[in-house]
């Protein structure tokens, strides 16, 4: 990698450097504010840009003005901005089209036309080479909207009618949509307010839906709609009591049931009714504080995945003509393992297949009717195998996806009988060559001892000298494991000499149950420090230059870029927090504000004193002090629902008016965006490209990828 030497030179400078001749940011007016909980008493000065109308025009007077302070201080990224997403949009192949499958004599699937945002998703009747029919075509539902996305979508058992959820705002909260396929005519039935599951009843006559709290958008009530009728007059079905539980909706593999799940991080519940007459639901098990299980039913039995003295889960089954209610029925299917934790299941007629997840991989093992086993090969040592659609149970084949770090999505069958693989489709990524990067996984010492897995990819090359810029990424909360996934922006940064590196840091459930359970609670910091000590030991094996390092986490990835900020400001050049979840006490004390009263169990409820100090003690909000910080580029979206724009507003505030560097701060605010940010392909990779021109500035990488340079690192 060859280095612009007064880029380079002015990402390493003083800071008075930085700043001369740069605008005046934004200074948000500070107002006294008590936060109070029966553990103390807070001041919070910048309280006031909370509204939850989105209407407060001082409020948004701000946030445009933050907006114009970072078009100013990117404006010389600009060309670097616009030359990474032309790549990325060179990496797209524009008019593709996905895997179709099977499903009662259709062929389903979804295809891009060239320079549009969203796809078309569309059927043909018994083969490929039937006349396309038109399910829903997003591109003309989301003319005229800032926003636009579908959340699921169903067709009646006998073909004819096409349920959707759409959500034109942002704020994950749908419209129910019904249409008659074989005219294309929009029936006038439609629900505000609900979650994304829609349900169809066997005779095609109902849907059912999860209708949304208005204030807290938790999932509250599952009702019956009946075609033809107004929503006034849907049938309540399920209310749920407690508020720490989120519900979904779904079908068994069977058909035969529609199920109701709740779930929260501690135990779940559920009840199934028949999809014949949908409405006297019988609970599977009742719930228990620690118990956390899920059933599907498939022919003669139900098959269920369940932590009942088995951390890691296991499989077990109820014939299925046995009463449900009391787990003492259940039978050993397969058993726990210590060393592997089985994350999903799905039921064939003649076979099970296992998501299970070992050694910091996620794997998949096909389990056959005479009990025997096999796992699907990998041919490389950091990757992850997913189930594919896999629509129609009598089949003998396992659909299923894999990818890696320099490989893209990829799709195959593979024959549960002799083992032998079909690729479909490996997703197209135009002018790349796989063969030109090396992935690999090493482990890094935490400071406890434990052992932290990462995934690194780089191009060919790349000499391990700690002279490299490196980019490390990173989640650990709720028991969400960032996977070696292929990263096509990221190939941008590989082609100018940057390794990519992902972070398996506890909170995650990389390693299994316990993995999520070390990084939860009162042992939440563990997420922060073993994203630190990842860092330390990548600089330590001279992966990086300890001057050149970059971090980046989304969300509750956003708070562990927050508390890092905090907690180890002089071990990043800079950092990019995106829709960050950064005011932990203030927002687990408002029990109006979505979310919270279901993440109670995942980082503790403050009105204890205890998990009050705990919280308190890495909140990143509460933490901002007077020191330096790293360069900063913080992203929200204004009808975030999941973590509310006015958390990043107020962490930026706070920010500007602590830290003594003249490091730039930069605050993205996407007017039209919710938690994903802004909907459509193309408009997604402005927003990367833009955050990415501004971490390569900073951390003194060349901006332009030539031939001779490619060539050179290459050497």
Request: hydrophobic share 40%.
């Amino acid at each position: 990698m060859r280095l612009v030497p007064f880029l380079l030179a002015a990402a390493l400078a003083a800071p008075s450097a930085w700043a001369q001749g740069t605008p005046k940011p934004p200074v948000a007016a500070q107002r006294p504010h008590a936060v109070q909980a029966p553990a103390g008493t807070r001041n919070d000065e910048y309280y006031w840009l909370r509204d939850d109308t989105r209407k407060n025009p001082e409020m948004l007077a701000y946030l445009a003005a933050e907006n114009a302070y970072a078009d100013a201080v990117l404006a010389p990224q600009r060309p670097v901005k616009e030359m990474l997403n032309a790549e990325f949009v060179g990496r797209i192949k524009q008019d593709d089209a996905s895997v179709p499958f099977r499903l009662r004599g259709h062929w389903y699937y979804t295809r891009f036309e060239t320079g549009k945002d969203y796809a078309v998703v569309a059927r043909r009747a018994g083969s490929m080479q039937a006349p396309e029919q038109v399910l829903i075509d997003q591109n003309a539902r989301a003319e005229g909207q800032g926003y636009y996305t579908v959340g699921q979508w169903a067709v009646s058992d006998d073909n004819a009618r096409l349920a959707w959820s759409e959500d034109t705002v942002g704020r994950y909260q749908f419209a129910l949509r019904i249409k008659d396929i074989a005219s294309g005519r929009m029936l006038p039935d439609t629900v505000s307010n609900i979650e994304p599951d829609v349900v169809w009843s066997r005779d095609g006559r109902s849907v059912l839906y999860i209708e949304k709290d208005p204030v807290t958008l938790l999932s509250k009530r599952v009702k019956l709609h009946v075609l033809g009728t107004p929503a006034s007059a849907d049938r309540l079905l399920y209310e749920e009591p407690d508020d720490s539980f989120y519900l979904s909706l779904a079908r068994t593999r069977s058909d035969a049931f529609i199920c109701i799940l709740a779930t929260s991080t501690t135990q779940t519940e559920q009840r199934c009714t028949s999809a014949e007459d949908p409405g006297a639901f019988q609970v599977v098990a009742p719930r228990s504080r620690d118990h956390l299980y899920r059933a599907d039913h498939l022919g003669s039995r139900w098959v269920i995945r369940t932590n009942w003295d088995a951390p890691n889960y296991r499989l077990m089954t109820l014939p299925a003509g046995a009463p449900l209610g009391d787990r003492g029925r259940w039978q050993a299917f397969v058993p726990h393992d210590r060393e592997v934790f089985i994350e999903e299941f799905q039921l064939f007629d003649g076979f099970t297949a296992i998501e299970e997840r070992a050694g910091g991989v996620k794997r998949l093992r096909m389990l056959k009717a005479d009990g025997s086993s096999a796992l699907v090969a990998s041919d490389e040592p950091a990757y992850t195998m997913g189930f594919g659609t896999n629509a129609e149970p009598q089949a003998t084949a396992l659909r299923y996806t894999y990818t890696s770090l320099t490989t893209p999505l990829t799709t195959y069958d593979v024959e549960v009988g002799t083992g032998a693989r079909t690729l479909l489709k490996r997703h197209p990524v135009p002018g790349y060559d796989p063969a030109q990067y090396v992935t690999e996984r090493v482990w890094a010492p935490a400071r406890d001892g434990t052992r932290i897995p990462v995934s690194l990819v780089y191009r060919k090359g790349f000499k391990r000298d700690g002279t490299a810029a490196l980019y490390q990424v990173g989640y650990g909360s709720y028991g969400s494991s960032w996977d070696a996934e292929f990263q096509m922006p990221a190939v941008s940064l590989l082609d100018r000499g940057v390794v990519f590196a992902v972070a398996h840091i506890r909170g995650g459930q990389d390693m299994g149950r316990a993995w999520y359970d070390q990084g939860r609670l009162l042992a939440k910091k563990n997420s922060f420090t073993d994203f630190i000590d990842v860092t330390r030991h990548l600089v330590a094996e001279k992966y990086a230059a300890p001057s050149r390092m970059a971090a980046e986490g989304a969300s509750a990835g956003g708070l562990l870029m927050g508390a890092v900020a905090n907690m180890a400001p002089q071990d990043y050049r800079v950092i990019v927090a995106r829709v960050p979840f950064v005011d932990v006490v203030t927002t687990m004390l408002d029990e109006s504000i979505p979310l919270t009263t279901n993440e109670f169990d995942e980082w503790g409820n403050p009105k204890d004193p205890a998990y009050y100090a705990y919280m308190l003690s890495y909140s990143p909000y509460d933490n901002v002090a007077a020191k330096a910080y790293p360069s900063l580029y913080v992203y929200t979206g204004l009808w975030d629902s999941q973590v509310q724009y006015f958390e990043p507003a107020k962490w930026v505030a706070r920010l500007r008016a602590r830290k003594t560097d003249a490091n730039p701060l930069v605050f993205r605010v996407g007017m039209e965006a919710g938690h994903g940010g802004k909907s459509g392909r193309f408009r997604r990779y402005a927003e990367i490209a833009e955050f990415y021109a501004f971490a390569l500035a900073r951390l003194g990488v060349e901006p332009a990828v030539t031939p001779r340079s490619a060539s050179a690192a290459d050497e």
